[in-house]
């Protein structure tokens, strides 16, 4: 069966329709199936339905998206409880241990980033993959700094990569790898997106589940819970035959 090839991280200008619309050109002619442009943290409905037009021009299709780096633990709560059920994905970028481990075991977010360069400012270890493991979070990849680093920089990153990638597996979390990139000459096709992921050490097929059916798995399971009658996870507000 072909793959549903997705990038869930292209960096464009949501205001900015026309580079907007280049990306998404390209994004179709590399074959993908659908991408996420992440939307700002106090976004409107107009700003999906304007993505999701240009998507549906080129036969894509759009998934909305929020990076929200939180303050605090309570910045955090009250984020999720105000835009859960208005997207389908949810990132939380972790700079901080205990953000980290709060997004990690809420069930309402999606994808936990850690994008420092620093190695003391990135926290998934052990415990952080225990939490998202219970809580079904996956951890996401980005590939530009991949991209644009050299020399030294690159292979700290690299030996992060390893070490973050062997933990997930350990712990069987969800490892998405998307481009993370906001300019068209950096796009990669899905393939080679996923080769990037030998680098750290993923074989073939995972490397091919992190750009497909990783992230196709999220929005499946988030497509039930934007669902109006969506009570629990397994609990549907199903109308009876004789209600009014």
Do not use: W
Request: glycine residues 4%.
């Amino acid at each position: 069966m072909k793959r549903r090839c997705i990038d869930l991280h292209l960096r464009a200008n949501s205001k900015d329709m026309l580079m907007t619309q280049g990306l998404i050109e390209r994004a179709a002619c590399f074959g993908y199936h659908a991408i996420s442009i992440p939307l700002p943290a106090q976004f409107e409905d107009k700003q999906i339905a304007m993505l999701k037009a240009a998507c549906n021009q080129v036969r894509l299709d759009f998934v909305s998206r929020v990076d929200f780096k939180p303050r605090n633990t309570e910045d955090l709560m009250r984020f999720l409880r105000k835009s859960r059920r208005r997207l389908e994905i949810i990132c939380i970028s972790c700079d901080d241990k205990e953000i980290a481990r709060q997004a990690a075991k809420d069930r309402r977010v999606d994808l936990l980033s850690f994008p420092s360069l620093d190695y003391h400012k990135r926290f998934f270890d052990r415990a952080e993959a225990e939490l998202a493991s219970a809580g079904l979070a996956a951890l996401e990849v980005d590939v530009k700094p991949l991209l644009v680093l050299e020399g030294p920089p690159r292979v700290r990153l690299l030996s992060n990569l390893r070490r973050e990638v062997a933990i997930a597996r350990e712990f069987q979390v969800p490892l998405v790898v998307s481009s993370g990139v906001s300019e068209a000459r950096l796009m990669r096709m899905p393939k080679d997106l996923a080769s990037l992921c030998y680098l750290f050490g993923l074989n073939e097929t995972e490397a091919l589940d992190a750009v497909s059916t990783n992230p196709n798995a999220l929005i499946e399971r988030n497509h039930e819970k934007l669902h109006a009658k969506f009570v629990a996870p397994g609990i549907t507000l199903i109308k009876g035959a004789g209600a009014q």
